[in-house]
């Protein structure tokens, strides 16, 4: 089956520190990607549609600037927290599909934790 | 707007019973998709299950089955047959209408497998 590989699984970084999360496509061309945020206990919510080749579309109240995302080819895409905080503190998980009618297959998600 | 609605937050079923998730959807749309995931305690998010609007029979997926019930916008999810590795958190989903195909998740259910 199709498998997304989402890198690091889990990071511990400093306030005010830049990390970055990496999701590829292993077996499968994605020309779209999605990236998620989950607190604990909750749903996914959407933060930014990734295209390969164009800039991301975010999602209303996510702020661009802090939320990097560059989708530099058919099978990467990098989500840049910048300058995080104690608040970006939550389980980021990244999705990707080959075409427009095929389900979203999930990375393994990144538990990312600001002191 | 499209939305869906997941009205069990958490639900206990005996090992080997069946068990049923509740799932409502509201759109505008004559066509759409409708998806199910699985996520263990781990955080990954596993495809389990799809139905598209003009499918005319039920989905299924070895013990996974969908009651799709159009009318009264539901897709609820059957598992049949209950093993304790299915305690999990459960993710209703709709496929959204733009160009994106983006999917709009329900709040999810947390399901308990009792031995």
């Known amino acids: 089956g199709a498998v997304v590989s989402q890198h690091p699984s889990w990071v511990i970084c400093k306030s005010g520190t830049s990390v970055k999360i990496e999701c590829r496509s292993l077996?499968?061309?994605?020309?779209?990607m999605f990236w998620y945020r989950q607190f604990p206990k909750q749903s996914l919510m959407l933060m930014a549609t990734s295209n390969e080749g164009s800039k991301a579309t975010y999602e209303q109240g996510v702020e661009k600037d802090k939320f990097l995302i560059n989708h530099a080819s058919l099978t990467l895409s990098t989500l840049t927290v910048t300058s995080a905080h104690p608040e970006d503190s939550s389980f980021y998980i990244c999705?990707?599909?080959?075409?427009?009618?095929?389900?979203?297959?999930f990375g393994n998600g990144t538990r990312l934790t600001v002191t | 707007a499209q939305k869906i609605t997941q009205t069990q937050p958490g639900m206990f079923v005996q090992e080997k019973e069946a068990v049923t998730l509740d799932c409502t959807y509201d759109t505008s749309d004559q066509s759409y998709g409708l998806f199910w995931y699985k996520q263990p305690s781990s955080g990954e998010m596993i495809f389990l299950i799809y139905?598209?609007?003009?499918?005319?029979q039920n989905a299924t997926e070895g013990r996974y089955s969908l009651n799709f019930q159009k009318a009264r916008k539901s897709a609820n999810l059957v598992i049949s047959a209950s093993q304790l590795g299915d305690s999990a958190m459960y993710f209703c989903?709709?496929?959204?209408?733009?160009?994106?195909?983006?999917?709009?998740f329900g709040q999810g259910t947390t399901l308990q497998v009792k031995p």
């Open positions: 077996d499968f061309q994605a020309t779209t």
């Open positions: 989903a709709m496929r959204d209408r733009g160009n994106t195909g983006k999917l709009i």
């Open positions: 999705s990707a599909r080959w075409s427009y009618n095929s389900p979203l297959h």
């Open positions: 139905q598209g609007s003009y499918d005319e």
